[in-house]
């Protein structure tokens, strides 16, 4: 991938997630140290009035998942979203994604949202990467 | 909190963690990240990287297993859990980071704005953390912040 490939406007291929499950939030949990019960707990849930929720960094991780399936890893260097709605086990997200600028050196802006099956955005944000250029380095 | 503007420039003492090969794997697993990057050396190789890299949210890895927990934190910054939200989050690196790699975190409170929004009242609690690695070089930078509803 080069960056006079990419073009303003370019949406990338939609990613689908498998479904969220209660098991992922307690691997999640493990893996991430997040151990706050709202996350693995029922009767946390049940206090908190929402029920058990994912993480909200898991689905910034899984937005992550989609940019990197869409540019490789080693070129995106900076990664901002915020958290728009819980998301609850069951639900499926998709990350999808789209390219808004191009900038001086190499840069790219692209913005990226996960969103469930009816299209509710769960994580905005927007991302930058650097691309190799076609042209030779003097 | 009687005024929460009293929270900037509250420093967190520095930590310390390693990057472990096996914790990335466990944690891009537990995302269901199937990048080969994250599991395989030779395939992080092939796309330039020295060793095995860190998946983009990583970092939050070091934070609550070699920093302080959700709890602790909001101990030191005296709020209450129960009206705190993630509201947004960002990573910039400026290098990369790898497995093996011992990562020291320095962090404190650099903004709090007060405003009104959908769901009534609330602060904006920023909190800046920087990453060093072995070597002394500046990786990473994240910003997190946090929304306590009135």
Request: charged share 25%.
């Amino acid at each position: 991938m080069y960056f006079e490939e990419i073009k303003v406007g370019h949406s990338f291929p939609n990613i689908k997630k498998e479904e969220i499950t209660r098991i992922q939030l307690v691997k999640y949990a493990g893996a991430s140290g997040d151990f706050n019960p709202l996350h693995t707990v029922e009767e946390a849930g049940e206090q908190a009035g929402t029920g058990i929720i994912a993480h909200g960094m898991l689905i910034m991780g899984m937005t992550a998942q989609g940019i990197t399936s869409w540019i490789p890893r080693k070129y995106v260097k900076k990664l901002n979203v915020r958290f728009k709605k819980m998301t609850f086990p069951g639900e499926v997200i998709q990350i999808s994604g789209r390219v808004l600028e191009k900038k001086e050196n190499k840069l790219v802006v692209c913005e990226v949202f996960a969103k469930n099956s009816e299209g509710e955005v769960k994580v905005s944000g927007t991302f930058e990467a650097i691309l190799p250029s076609k042209e030779k380095v003097s | 909190m009687s005024n929460v503007k009293e929270l900037i420039g509250i420093e967190y003492d520095p930590y310390s963690f390693e990057v472990e090969k096996g914790k990335i794997k466990e944690f891009a697993m537990a995302i269901g990240d199937d990048n080969p990057i994250y599991y395989n050396l030779e395939s992080a190789q092939i796309e330039g990287f020295k060793r095995i890299p860190i998946p983009l949210t990583y970092l939050t890895v070091i934070d609550l297993w070699g920093g302080y927990g959700f709890q602790e934190k909001m101990e030191k910054l005296k709020l209450n859990v129960t009206n705190i939200l993630h509201g947004e989050q960002e990573y910039e690196f400026l290098k990369d980071v790898y497995a093996g790699d011992i990562l020291t975190v320095t962090a404190k409170v650099t903004k709090v704005e007060t405003k009104k929004g959908t769901l009534g009242g609330m602060d904006l609690i920023t909190t800046e953390s920087k990453y060093t690695n072995q070597n002394g070089e500046l990786v990473a930078i994240s910003k997190n912040v946090l929304i306590q509803l009135h």
